[in-house]
């Protein structure tokens, strides 16, 4: 039961972390937008886009071992879960 749990928040916070990057993927996408192509940020900003799609893949590597494991996020009170 206490690995299934584990599973269930790693899954959530998977989730959470996915949908992070998602904010920050939009950002660095419209920036790069309004960008001149010779703009010296956009390197800086590529290398971004490209850690943090990275990252994406990561968390789908989480969500989908979770997943594999039959585990689904649900709410529960996390003082519960740092407990056991």
């Known amino acids: 039961m206490r690995i299934d749990r584990a599973y269930a928040v790693a899954a959530?916070?998977?989730r959470d972390f996915n949908d992070e990057l998602t904010v920050i993927l939009n950002s660095v996408s419209e920036?790069?937008?309004n960008l001149e192509e010779d703009h010296p940020a956009r390197v800086l900003l590529?290398?971004?886009q490209?850690?943090?799609q990275r990252c994406v893949w990561k968390a789908a590597g989480l969500l989908q071992?979770?997943?594999s494991?039959?585990?689904?996020?649900?709410?529960a009170p996390l003082?519960?879960?740092i407990d056991e």
């Open 12 to 14: 959530a916070a998977a």
């Open 31 to 33: 920036s790069l937008g």
């Open 46 to 48: 590529l290398d971004l």
């Open 50 to 52: 490209g850690a943090a």
């Open 65 to 67: 071992f979770s997943a």
């Open 69 to 75: 494991r039959g585990t689904r996020p649900s709410a």
């Open 79 to 81: 003082e519960s879960l």
